[in-house]
């Protein structure tokens, strides 16, 4: 096996044939070949700044040539012809990213919009509302009995989180002899998939029942995920089922976030499946609760006003604010959380509650603003729990028995809205 005995011997590849042989034998005889005549072809050089980066940073290297074995390697002298470039290289380009695929676009039936006016609200309407039991089952005696309670107060409203359809057939004929107009909140996690959002609805359509559905509740809380990863999409892929099918089946689509990120993803989510005709039908349910904060307080989003704040967020989004109906808030029992203020004690309970409940009488906000028409209701949490201090019934901390007789001495009144 050959090897080189100097660098100079890559030069052979360089000279005509006769000078490289006599070249080749020098070599393998072990002698020191001449220099060869300088006659370096002429060169074009491209100057380094028309370079592209690859071409200016590779290295051009010369080609070695076996010798004999034990002989050096031929090293080409200073008079050998070099290389150099001669055309800007084209550096290989990445791929181009993948589109982004278009969202299932939604299939709507096409319904008529709505304005304020037509909205379905009680009779003798004056907004005010509680969150009713925790427990997404009630037996018949049960509902009857906090039926009794939200007539005690003169209430029209209430928000019932129910388990089936058989909890629906029992309660909504129930609240609709009543006279109290309900929300309904299925009882359903963020990873579930709920296929009988339009039957749902055809019930309570056929007994009678305005359609108002919440559709999920606090999608971006650990506590709706039962220990499972938090995933947005597929929330939202869950929730573009929900509208579709509550939009179709008739159904008033409500939607419930505490994240204003997660409610500006849910309606631009809307936007790109192509449902804005959904927005004409649908209602907004905030969760303001006031912590320890008074019905005035304004300096941030928590407090009883801060579904003003997400009224300004969903008019950002679509154009316009759809019915607002607070789905759980007010001030729960021994709140704490700001130390500049004092914490509810029963007195404050009361004092808050009856401050905010009349503002449907007055038509006038704690902080002076007139009462928005879009603002329905208000519903603080909670009826009855037994395992909740701040239930205003059964709850083992005791009842908030002086907020319920505070809420019952308010004078009977019925809302009034700007265009009556």
């Known amino acids: 096996m050959f090897t080189l005995d100097t660098l100079r011997c890559k030069a052979l590849i360089l000279l005509p044939l006769a000078a490289a042989m006599l070249l080749l034998s020098a070599c393998r005889r072990g002698e020191t070949p001449p220099a060869p005549p300088a006659t370096p072809a002429a060169v074009t050089e491209t100057p380094s700044d028309t370079l592209s980066p690859l071409a200016t940073d590779s290295a051009v290297f010369l080609p070695q040539i076996a010798l004999g074995a034990g002989q050096e390697t031929a090293t080409p002298t200073a008079a050998a012809p070099t290389l150099a470039a001669t055309a800007t290289l084209t550096p290989t380009l990445p791929p181009a990213p993948a589109a982004t695929p278009t969202p299932k676009q939604m299939s709507l039936v096409d319904w008529p919009a709505m304005t304020l006016q037509e909205w379905p609200r009680p009779a003798n309407d004056n907004g005010l509302c509680l969150h009713n039991t925790a427990v997404a089952y009630n037996d018949e005696a049960d509902i009857d009995l906090q039926i009794s309670r939200l007539q005690s ?85 869950n929730l573009m089922l929900a509208v579709e099918q509550t939009y179709n089946a008739g159904g008033y689509v409500g939607l419930q976030f505490v994240s204003d990120d997660w409610l500006r993803a849910a309606l631009r989510e809307i936007k790109a499946r192509g449902g804005e005709q959904v927005f004409q039908r649908m209602f907004l349910v905030p969760h303001p609760y006031g912590l320890n904060h008074p019905p005035d307080y304004t300096a941030d989003p928590n407090g009883v006003l801060g579904f003003l704040h997400q009224a300004r967020i969903v008019e950002a989004e679509i154009g316009f604010t759809p019915p607002m109906i607070a789905g759980e808030g007010g001030w729960k029992w021994n709140a704490t959380d700001d130390r500049n203020f004092p914490p509810i004690d029963a007195q404050l309970h009361r004092d808050y509650h009856v401050e905010l409940f009349n503002w449907f009488r007055s038509g006038v906000l704690s902080n002076g603003e007139p009462l928005p028409d879009e603002l329905f209701a208000f519903c603080p949490w909670l009826l009855s729990d037994r395992g909740d201090d701040s239930a205003w019934f059964d709850s083992f901390a005791g009842e908030r028995t002086l907020t319920i007789e505070g809420v019952k001495a308010i004078p009977a009144f019925e809302r009034r809205f700007s265009w009556e």
């Open 153 to 237: 107060m003169n209430m029209r409203w209430t928000l019932i989180h129910y388990g089936d359809e058989q909890q629906l057939l029992r309660a909504a004929p129930r609240y609709r002899d009543a006279g109290i107009t309900v929300v309904w909140r299925k009882n359903v996690r963020s990873f579930d998939r709920y296929y009988d959002w339009g039957r749902d609805v055809q019930l309570l359509l056929d007994m009678g029942v305005p359609p108002y559905m919440q559709l999920y509740n606090e999608p971006e809380l650990p506590a709706e995920w039962d220990g499972q990863p938090i995933d947005q999409q597929l929330f939202l892929d």
